[in-house]
C-alpha cells in the first residue's frame, strides 16, 4: 500500500511513475492549468479533473473542463492551457509511461501561432 498527496505549494508534480514505483504508468498532477505549448509523439495523455474549471487549448480549439470531465491528447496533438480556476486541480496520465529521458526526448514545444494563439 503506498498513498501519494498532491503538494499544494508545487504548481504540479508526479505521483506514480517508473522512476519511483516500477509502475507501467505515470500519474502527474496539477494545482494550475500550466501556459506551454507542446506536443507529444508517443505520449497519450488523459487529464482527469479533480476541482475547479480550466480552459485547455489543443490544434486550434478551446475546450472548457470543470470537474468531473476526463480529457484525452492523442500523440501528434498541441495542446496548452490558457488558465484555470484558483481551486483548480487535475491528474494526469502518461500513456506509455517514459523513462524522464524519454519523455523530454519525445516531448516538443511549439508556436503559439500553431494553437491558434
Known sequence: ?????SDPVQA???CLCPWNS????AL????????D????ERITEIY???RGISTVRIEGESLRLQSGDVLLVEPGEAHTFLGSSPDYLHFVLHVPALSRDEIRAERREVSRERLGL
Open 48 to 50: 482527469l479533473v479533480a
Open 37 to 40: 505549448p507542446h506536443v507529444h
Open 22 to 25: 516500477g509502475l507501467a504508468l
Open 1 to 5: 500500500m503506498r498513498l501519494e498527496r
Open 28 to 35: 502527474g498532477y496539477a494545482n494550475a492549468g500550466i501556459d
Open 12 to 14: 504540479k508534480g508526479w
